[in-house]
């Protein structure tokens, strides 16, 4: 394999890209900082005026029908929370639109034609509507039937949820998006068994992710739990990628394998999910007038929404500080496990051109909004380990 040669042996960030190129990415980010902070703004406002403004009012005239008629009334709370997810849709369509297709096309980094982008935004909204149907009906119920100690009891659910939803995602979920398919290659496959050997990871869990149809950039990922569980790489890693830089990056995602990342995110979300749940107690009783959430009215459902996505909002920083804690434990493992600091080098400079990565964003932003470290800093480790 010759691919790596022409890029010199450096931890410099310098290196990795042109000039142009470190403009264009710097660009690039500049504007996905831009998107993701409005599309944060657009969520918080509209569901703010959902909850305190038009919710109540759209409530009311849903009474009007007499078979969403009376008090806890889950066909209510279903129509209730069609209209107000139906808009939000509607409301978050030209800045989605925006920001997945034609940024990306501007940058040469889509591969979707209108047609597909279009059927991807349909499919995850169809099953966002679905599953949010089911959520928030589900926690009503455990809300009107549990008693005091139903944020307990909701916070139980949330685990079965969350580990029902980590086995199904790789095998259901991710193939409605993408073609995933057993890595045919005999020579990787060789190398990843040798590197996967006693981590408990079975190589039969190695699948080829078709990215191709909608991206230029690589990416790999494990996901799944238990018998679920695999790891996923991108075709367009597969295909720009040497397979010394695939060992590397494959080393890395048996890290995550190895440090039990899926796991210990469940249970952290376990333990937000908690507290989520008991600040929405104090919200609903506040705002109701109530002195219990078990008489909720119906009407309250925009504020759960609300709540809760405020809640996770103000809890990304947190959340995006132990994954990258968690990507730093997988770079060091990766480092560790084949021994090939140069070679991993040359993998993130790749990285970095392929899918136009910021190396040095803006600290700030990083703290606030990465759940991946700078590959700057990402670098630098291959740096020391290899001093
Ligand atoms: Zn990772």
Redesign the pocket.
Known sequence: MTSHIDVPDSTDPADAQTPAQREEARRYGRIHLALTLADMAVDVIYLGLMAFVFGPRIDAWLAGFAPLAGEKSTLRLLALFGVVIGLHILVSLPLSFYSGYVVEHQFGLSNQSIRRWLRNWSLGNVLAVLLGAVLNVGLFWIIWHTGTYWWLIAAAAFFVVSVALGQLAPVVIVPLFYKVEPLDNAELLERMKRLAAGTGLTIEGVYRLGLSADTSKANA??AGLGRTRRVLMGDTLLERFSPDEIEVIFA??I??HVHRHIPKMIATGVVTSLAGFWLLDQVITWWANIPSAADAPTSALPLVMFTLTAFMLILAPLQNAISRH??RQ?DRYALVRTGKPAVYRTAFYKLARLNKADMEPNPMEVILLHS?PPIAERLAMAGDASS
């Open positions: 990922m494990l890395h995602e890290g995550h968690y990507e997988c991946h």
